[in-house]
């Protein structure tokens, strides 16, 4: 990782020895943690513009609009 950069970071103190103890009882630094902790919630991210790109296209529904749609036909 000779390309990484540095950031400080600030834990609540539960969260930091939860890590310090997840990471020692798996060979690993919380550094790593950290950053699969990040990278998957990038890809989390990346999904979800996804999913909303291929919404796009479809119709918007108005709330007022479908409320009073329901009201007309008896549904409320």
């Known amino acids: 990782m000779s390309d990484a950069k ?33 990278r998957l919630a990038l890809v989390e991210d990346a999904e979800d513009i996804d999913a909303f790109e291929e919404r796009a296209p479809d119709a918007v529904l108005d709330f ?8 007309r036909r008896g549904k409320i």
């Open 6 to 38: 540095r950031a400080t970071v600030y834990f609540d103190p539960e969260i930091h020895r939860a890590l310090r103890l997840k990471a020692a009882v798996n060979d690993r630094t919380i550094s790593d943690l950290v950053n699969d902790a990040v």
């Open 64 to 71: 007022e609009e479908f409320v009073k749609d329901l009201q």
